[in-house]
Nanobody, 119 residues
Framework: QVQLVESGGGLVQAGGSLRLSCAAS????????MGWYRQAPGKQRELVADISNGGTTNYAASVKGRFTISRDNAENTVYLQMNSLKPEDTAVYYC?????????????WGQGTQVTVSS
């Protein structure tokens, strides 16, 4: 069973930085896309950024230029460097990975880590 362990959330002032990490384990041979989503109170979960196994990245317009996603394939870990944080970035951030198995692709989620940005 694939497990995702997230770390790095917390409380930061506006303009500050945080780095989120998500390590996948559980007999994984390969991972397709890895990504970060977030959900603020009363809002739907939204994509923040994702990265393919070849390194192609995709960002939400609201974070482009401030956040950077990266991955370490040897460690099955994905990172999200968040700079110039704004109060509207406050949310629970979830790691997402897509694991291929035969002809299927399975999606797994982390438990979520709280990011709070104070003004």
């Amino acid at each position: 069973q694939v497990q995702l362990v997230e770390s790095g959330g917390g409380l930061v002032q506006a303009g500050g930085s945080l780095r989120l990490s998500c390590a996948a384990s559980g007999g994984i041979f390969s991972i397709n896309a890895m990504g970060w989503y977030r959900q603020a109170p009363g809002k739907q979960r939204e994509l923040v950024a994702d990265i393919s196994n070849g390194g192609t990245t995709n960002y939400a317009a609201s974070v482009k230029g401030r956040f950077t996603i990266s991955r370490d394939n040897a460690e099955n870990t994905v990172y999200l460097q968040m700079n110039s944080l704004k109060p509207e970035d406050t949310a629970v951030y979830y790691c997402n990975v897509r694991v291929p198995l035969e002809v299927y692709e399975y999606e797994f989620w982390g438990q979520g880590t709280q990011v709070t940005v104070s003004s």
